[in-house]
């Protein structure tokens, strides 16, 4: 039986190398940004004047953050840094069209190959490539932060919304300006434009990343080697497609044949793409309550605790419960001990599924020793004794072992939640959000 070690995670994550790693990310996302947000302006500054300029902006960042809410609201559960969530749209605005640009430019230059097709063939290859890209380097170099699909599709989608920003405002610029077609331009050819591109399809970058996103989740989650590499292979041949079928369908077929492909399959595709993310969202909370389920029979929390710790509307209910009750700072800690209580469930389901990886019990130890330190200044609402409180406890999937003799003994605050307790003025200082 594995014994909890206080040391055991400070050697395997040094303080000194965490905070040094987050400044260099945080410093290269920065510097990215700002060299994305120069390009954009410059971008823009194709229109050749300031109205046309904000004009494309304008409509560019419009769609924005609709679409970044929607995958936010997708990784609600366990969300990601957000620091990488920013690298993720940067990496699409910046970095991804600094790798095409050039690509793309070079075999218009070296080759004979038409307008058509550069935007039904070379495009896609190159662009979705680049876009996947991120993908593959959160694998190689963070792949605790990649866990599953939810978090696949997620990174995909900002990938692809940073592109599209980008490419949207290039757009926006040269019809305004008259030099992406001779028939139209001003105001009204930007507008009918972003009509098409910004309100029927604001979506379309972001779909076809999400096709290789879902194939990296895939790998990550199964256990048969093939498919770790069929999967993410797949997935990257399907957003080829789909994009090469998105800009065929408009340079070879017209508007008619664009509006039938998109209407007849696009249409449908986006809505299996959003049930499907629908699905995985509510898996996810019912994977909570497993794992937070398995952990109350360990000991390692008081099974009254489950509600407030696994349904959104509850969580809510007993923030603002403690805030009314003791003050903000109690809410604060409470806050903390949700989101450590999410992280470990999500760490030890992984642990009993075989894909924590060899540091995933150190990372289940962190996280208890965690909430052990700040559950002496939570306070939680009466407990709820209805079944009704709880979702569907999910039943245990492919490797799931349901009672390995591992773990630390059991953390030594795990009072019932309805304890009396006159907490201090503040919570104290709290461990970091991400060991």
Known sequence: MTT???????????AEQRRLGRIVLLVVVSLVCLAGAVGVVILAGQTGDTRGAALALLFATIPVPIVIGCFLWLDRYEPEPLRYLVAAVAWGGVIAVAMVLPVQLLIASRTDASDSTMAAIVAPLTEE????????????????????????????GLVGIGFAFTENVGYYANIYAGTLSDEVSGPGAATGLFIVRGLF???????????????????????????????????????IGLHA???????FGGPK?????????????????????????????????RALDDAAQRGWLHRDEIPWLSRFGLRR?????????????????LKRYQSLATAMAFSHDRVLLGRAGPQGEARV?????AMARVRPFILLPPPLRSLLALPRVV?????????????????????????????????????PQNP
């Open 365 to 369: 130890q962190w996280q208890l020793a």
């Open 257 to 289: 044949n664009f509006l039938l492909v998109y209407a007849l399959l696009f249409v449908p595709i986006f809505l299996g793409f959003v049930g499907f993310g629908s699905w995985a969202r509510q898996h996810e909370g019912q994977v909570l309550v």
């Open 201 to 239: 399809s604001p979506f379309s970058h972001s779909l076809f990343a999400c096709a290789f996103g879902l194939g990296m989740g895939v790998a990550l989650v199964t256990h048969r080697r093939w498919l770790r590499v069929v999967a993410p292979v797949t997935g990257l041949a399907v957003a």
């Open 317 to 333: 209910a007993a923030l603002r419960h403690a805030r009314r009750v003791v003050g903000k700072p109690t809410a604060k800690a």
């Open 395 to 431: 039943g245990p999937g492919p490797g799931w072992r349901p009672a390995p003799a591992w773990g630390p003994p059991p953390p030594p605050a795990t009072l019932p939640p309805n304890t009396p307790m006159s907490p201090p003025p503040g919570p104290g200082p709290l461990p």
């Open 4 to 14: 909890y070690q206080p040391g055991l995670l400070h050697a395997s994550y040094p």
């Open 129 to 156: 490539t680049a876009k996947g890209l991120f993908l593959l380097a959160i694998v190689l170099r963070r792949r605790r932060e990649l866990t599953g699909v939810t978090d696949g599709l997620v990174y995909a």
């Open 245 to 251: 079928l998105w800009n065929g369908s408009v340079v």
